[in-house]
């Protein structure tokens, strides 16, 4: 088993794919440190995790803001506090603002920014030095069907995406003679939270993937070893 024993951090984990992937790496073994920014839903994760902790694996979680770089770097030396080094990090956390190019104010834009692009940035630029001292490493930014199209009411959430898809395409060529590999996951619509607010999109919530069918499957497609990679991974509806 090449996940097990392996540290895994997942940002978003208090959301509805977040914890989904956090519920498929534990199966896998993994220890994890989960994050997000409710922890009363990242203390009931933790929970119902730790009942059915069959490999003894260590579970740690804590709240941050990805729209504070400060806070993004203390969290960082808690990680290194808890874990002496990750060997995956799943970039899930996201915001998805709804509004028109008018509607849109700078403030808005700027936390979608950050939250959607900078924080993987700075998450990536610091974990990925003990990956590249280690020869190992997995780097998996969930980006979205958003990365390779637009739609009307989503230029901020589009434009982070886009910018995500690109910084995922350098980082899997810079990283990869390191043996450390990029994953840009780009889902359509899923069954969580902020998939049902794409129904205001005119989008039917019943023909959305469940997120704990996309867990399963990135997990599958990361845990091989060998030769081959599939570095954009674009799942969509059958009906969409």
Known sequence: MILKNKNVLI????????SAMAKEYFKKGCNLFLTGYTLEKLSDLCEELQQNNFFDAVIKCRVCNFNDSD???NFIKHVKEEFVQIDIIINCA????????????????????????????????EFSKEMIKNKWGRIINIASSSAYSGAPLTSAYC???????????????ELKCHNVRVFCVSPGSIQTPMGEKTVALGQSYETFMKPEEVAEYVAFATAFDGHMISEEIRLNRIIA
Not at 11 to 18: D, E, F, P, Y
């Open 94 to 125: 996201g915001v998805f603002p709804i509004k028109s190019i008018e509607e849109m104010d700078i403030n808005q834009y700027r936390e979608c920014i950050e939250v959607n692009l900078t924080a993987p940035f700075i998450l990536i630029k």
């Open 71 to 73: 806070d993004i770097l």
């Open 159 to 173: 434009a982070s995406k886009h910018a995500l898809l690109g910084l995922s395409r350098a980082l899997h060529k």
């Open 11 to 18: 940002t978003g984990a208090s959301g509805g794919l977040g």
